[in-house]
């Protein structure tokens, strides 16, 4: 049976895309740190991550709230896969910190080559086809001790650095630390509840929207995008800093990057115009609350976001709005923008 909060049902998948419907696959590296094979330790585990992408993000924001940058390495990819023009193909993801952003006409610092396989290679779809793989996608979790991908599913990814951060080598005492999925059967509903909405309309809903062909697709990913961000705007209407009370949590970790998104990239981009976060004044808050946390400002980057999914339309042009009520992400230090 399919986990609707983890990855969408693949039936009919073919007919699906051929009537203009975005479908994603599913990752099919599926271990985990903590299985016999792969042990927690320091320094063993390495991430590939590409920034504008929002499911790396996810794992990019548990490696820091979690205390793990300094014990599980990381490559970070160039936002713009690769051209038509590259021997190897085209929309590939590509380790280049050579390569000029059209946004800014620099390099970005983010960028580097790939350390964790040791071989130094250009392109993540090497090492998938290391492992006779076809897949070629990011994030991908890798054990550097063995040379093998252990996982490139980001939800699953997230649950195990959480659950393994203290043998991974945290910084971060386990009394000061987040709990991204709480030892609490109850709680544990909540968020595989909230999950589901959260990927099922926000996640992949914001894809369903921008990426399908057909006009019926989008409107009834656009109509249940909107609904459900009433619906969390609502939930949080009672007080509560987070999503399922007063601690950060998974669902919140997961909901940030479309959320983060949205006003400057998705809005346009994925055609979803509809309305603002800063539209809706509770959700805003919580966006600008998260946004605050230790951790959660450098572990993302708007540029790369914006030069990864405009620099891929049709004129690869990078807008450089918005600029009004001000420029993001410096809006995220303003919770006070959004009026109650």
Request: proline share 6%.
């Amino acid at each position: 049976m399919t986990d609707t909060s983890t990855e969408e049902d693949q039936a009919a998948k073919n007919e699906r895309r051929a009537r203009g419907e975005f479908v994603r696959g599913v990752s099919g590296f599926r271990l985990a740190i903590g299985d016999p094979e792969f042990p927690a330790a320091p320094g063993r585990y390495h991430l590939f991550v590409a920034l504008n992408c929002p499911w790396c993000h996810r794992v990019t924001l548990a490696r820091s709230v979690l205390g793990l940058n300094n014990s599980v390495t990381m490559d970070v990819a160039f936002p713009n896969r690769t051209g038509d023009d590259d021997p190897e193909g085209s929309n590939l993801w590509e380790f280049a910190p050579d390569r000029i952003a059209t946004l800014t006409g620099e390099t970005l610092p983010e960028c580097t080559g790939e350390t964790g396989t040791g071989r130094g290679l250009r392109l993540a779809k090497k090492i998938y086809r290391a492992e006779g793989s076809e897949e070629q996608s990011l994030p991908i979790l890798y054990d550097k001790i063995t040379g093998r991908i252990v996982n490139n599913e980001s939800a699953e990814i997230i649950r195990m650095l959480d659950v393994a951060a203290d043998a991974l080598g945290s910084t971060i005492p386990a009394a000061e630390r987040v709990r991204l999925y709480p030892d609490d059967d109850e709680l544990r509903q909540q968020l595989h509840d909230l999950n589901d909405l959260i990927y099922t309309a926000i996640n992949n809903g914001a894809y369903k929207a921008g990426f399908s062909s057909d006009q019926k697709i989008y409107a009834t990913a656009f109509d249940a995008y909107f609904e459900t961000l009433e619906q969390l705007d609502k939930l949080l209407s009672d007080g509560r800093p987070f999503l399922t009370g007063a601690h950060f949590s998974e669902a919140d970790l997961r909901l940030f990057p479309t959320l983060y998104r949205h006003d400057p990239v998705y809005y346009v981009r994925m055609k979803l115009n509809g309305a603002r976060i800063l539209d809706y004044p509770y959700l805003w808050r919580w966006l600008c609350r998260v946004y605050a946390l230790p951790g959660i400002a450098n572990a993302g980057s708007l540029i790369h976001c914006r030069q990864g999914y405009f620099g891929r339309s049709w004129n690869g042009v990078v807008p450089y709005g918005p600029f009004r009520p001000m420029p993001y992400p410096e809006a995220y230090l303003r919770p006070e923008l959004a009026a109650l």
